[in-house]
């Protein structure tokens, strides 16, 4: 397998799924600020025509895209790694709620503030939008050691890459104690260790 990820961007839960299955894989870098070639010349719109990462080439050439299809698709894949409950259960419903809550509500959230041009009172609104989220997610992490309780899993991998974009978009969590504490535990991880230090290509 291939994991086409830009090191820092929301591909790199995917990288840390794949590290924590002990997956058998070649990630491929680029950077999605400069020109997004690809180190075979190719440009990212060759293999992606959505234009973004990340995408996981399988062993047989097909592709896969989309964070919340692809971590599914490596939990599934290695399935003892317990990164995901088993398919038909509730707990893998729960999941999915996760996995979406993430998607659209935090990852969504956060990217508003990538817009230099963000006027103050539209910062000031998605703050207040964002904080909402994160206080539901602080409520859910008072007892819990991680999302889904006591195991580590797809989602924890992509929450934790999304809210490490907080001081750099000057979006403060230190309100949310049991975020703040989750964020610690996951970045203890060897997996989590190894990807927060990959950086992009020149």
Known sequence: MKLYSSPGSCS???????????????????????????????????????????????????????????????????????????????ERTRLHEWLGFINSEIHKGMSNFFNPKLPDEMREFHTQRLNARYGYVDSQLKDNEFLLGPQFSVADAYLYIVSAWGPMLKYDLAPFENVVAWQARVGERDAVKEVTATKPPA
């Open 12 to 90: 790199s839960a995917s990288h840390i799924a794949l590290l924590e299955a002990g997956a058998d894989f070649e990630l491929v870098k680029l950077n999605l600020r400069t020109d997004r070639i690809l180190p075979d010349g190719r440009h990212l719109n060759d293999i992606n025509p959505k234009g973004y990462v990340p995408v996981l080439e399988l062993d047989d050439g097909s592709l896969v895209t989309e964070n919340v299809a692809i971590l599914q698709y490596i939990a599934d894949q290695y399935p003892e790694s317990g990164l995901a409950p088993p398919n038909g259960t509730i």
